[in-house]
């Protein structure tokens, strides 16, 4: 009998969206409140935004998503890997090409950003053993990142609410989820949100144009990584300690991002522009979901 809760191919969209949200957010929780702690204590992690701190983050959140997915994927008898990063896919071709598309992109931002004055580099900031090192660790900890956050918004909740309400208004509300969740960040501003919400439909349609999230997961994890360690730039006021450039960024807030970094940063807004011509064009049709 169809309801509210029930329709013609089961439980509605919205509430397998909302269950997933409710265990996700549970789950994540917990662990922040009882898990993390301990772990960053075991591991005599400092204060400040390091690595090391944010892999011990970014494995209880992976664990979250992991589980809330496959409570879902078992309620609809599908395999964990069936909404959007397909195991057969794992680390193939589409994933270098994000990655490579997202060193060219923070690059081309950072370039901008030293051309305006608005950053200056002053040489390095980390010497013989300690580069490979943070650099190891900053990697593992951006394929997380990009792993974690792509099937947290763009797995099992876009497959769930493009049943319901189709594609694109699904990834738009999911987008702007994306970016309502940056908000706790101190001295967010509307074009470091844009910015995430324009990133996040972009993310959005390399799914529908590939039929996976491997494409996107590879640019989130190198965007991120040039980012935090690569330059350095600021994020939400803090400066990621363990970087790579000695910089400074002297220049206007509209320019290098303030404290909120490269992608509050105007330079960001013709990237992302090229970036969805570059899709559109090199993906020109729809692929079905990959299996």
Partial sequence: MRSVFVGP?????????????AIFIALENAFTRF???PALNALRVGDGLT??????????????????????????????????FPA????GKRFWEGAAIGVISAGAVGVAMVAMGAMVVHGLALRGSAVIFEAGLWL?????????EEYMFRGYPLQALTRGMGFWPAAIGLSLLFGAAHLMKADENAIDIGNIVLLGLLL????????SLWLAAGFHCTFDFMQFFVIGTRNGGAQPIGH??????PGAAWANGGPLGTEASYFMLPVIALLFAYVHLRYPKATPLQT
């Fill in 244 to 249: 790579l450039l000695d910089v400074t960024f």
């Fill in 204 to 211: 959005c349609l390399t799914l529908q144009r590939t039929g």
């Fill in 51 to 84: 690595a090391q701190a944010l892999l011990v983050v970014e494995v209880f959140e992976g664990l979250a998503v992991l589980v809330a997915t496959a409570i879902l994927a078992a309620f609809e008898r599908r395999r964990i890997d069936a909404y959007g």
């Fill in 140 to 148: 593992a900890v951006m394929v997380l990142v990009g792993l974690n």
């Fill in 9 to 21: 191919n089961g439980v509605r969209a919205g509430w397998r969206f909302l269950a997933y949200a």
């Fill in 88 to 91: 057969r896919l794992a680390f």
């Fill in 35 to 37: 898990l993390v702690p």
